[in-house]
């Protein structure tokens, strides 16, 4: 079966008669441009689904793309880049609850959370200028705007670990047995299990 979308694009107004309805234009057509893989002005099945999950996507024009509209999102005060105070309110927050493994944000000061931040926005600033651009935050889209497969794989993590008597980081048949309570939850809702 041949699937084809057409698209219809709203476009708001501010009530100051600000440009917000024109941003966000351009904003869904490059997305739907960065989708449209083949160019033929329409989204097949595949390139529709990369149009609804784009974190999940392989395609460079759609990582690109949510580069673009992070700088868009985190711009404060809109010169098109992201200053280091616009990196630590918005992206550092999402970077630090991602990564973990890398820095325990727990046991730490807020001098040496700064310190990290620093630290990490000068690695992603290779020309050092004191600012992000789209294609600086590549390195870090995938923290950003997580993949469906991270949240499917955190849901199994955290469901083992309620579940599991041992704690050795696998679960035998009888643990599921009696921990079905646990395990259907993440998938059904309202006690149908």
Same mark, same amino acid.
């Given at each position: 079966?041949?699937?084809?979308?057409?698209?219809?694009?709203?476009?708001?107004?501010?009530?100051?008669?600000?440009?917000?309805?024109?941003?966000?234009?351009?904003?869904?057509?490059?997305?739907?441009?960065?989708?449209?893989?083949?160019?033929?002005?329409r989204?097949?099945?595949?390139?529709?689904?990369?149009?609804?999950?784009?974190?999940?996507?392989?395609?460079?024009?759609?990582?690109?793309?949510?580069?673009?509209e992070?700088?868009?999102?985190? +711009?404060? $005060?809109? /010169? =098109?880049?992201?200053?280091? !105070? *616009?990196? #630590?309110?918005?992206?550092?927050?999402?970077?630090? @609850?991602?990564?973990?493994?890398?820095?325990?944000?727990?046991?730490?000061?807020d001098?040496?959370?700064?310190?990290?931040?620093?630290?990490?926005?000068?690695?992603? +600033?290779? $020309?050092? /200028? =004191?600012?992000?651009s789209? !294609? *600086?935050? #590549?390195?870090?889209?995938?923290?950003?705007?997580? @993949?469906?497969?991270?949240?499917?794989?955190?849901?199994?993590?955290?469901?083992?670990?309620?579940?599991?008597?041992?704690?050795?980081?696998?679960?035998?048949?009888?643990?599921?047995?009696?921990?079905?309570?646990?395990?259907?939850?993440?998938?059904?809702?309202?006690?149908?299990?």
């Amino acid at each position: 079966h041949n699937f084809e979308l057409n698209v219809v694009i709203f476009v708001f107004h501010s009530s100051d008669g600000g440009s917000f309805g024109y941003h966000m234009r351009v904003l869904e057509e490059e997305h739907f441009n960065a989708s449209d893989t083949d160019g033929d002005g329409r989204l097949n099945l595949p390139e529709f689904h990369d149009f609804l999950h784009p974190a999940d996507s392989n395609n460079p024009k759609l990582q690109q793309w949510l580069c673009r509209e992070e700088v868009w999102e985190r +711009d404060t $005060d809109r /010169d =098109g880049k992201v200053s280091y !105070i *616009e990196f #630590l309110n918005g992206l550092f927050l999402s970077i630090r @609850s991602y990564d973990e493994e890398g820095y325990s944000y727990l046991h730490h000061s807020d001098d040496s959370k700064n310190a990290y931040a620093k630290l990490v926005f000068s690695q992603l +600033d290779k $020309d050092s /200028d =004191g600012y992000l651009s789209a !294609i *600086e935050l #590549l390195p870090i889209i995938g923290k950003v705007h997580p @993949s469906w497969q991270y949240y499917a794989r955190k849901q199994a993590e955290y469901s083992i670990s309620q579940a599991q008597a041992s704690k050795y980081g696998r679960l035998n048949l009888n643990e599921m047995i009696e921990n079905a309570d646990i395990l259907y939850a993440a998938i059904f809702h309202d006690g149908f299990y």
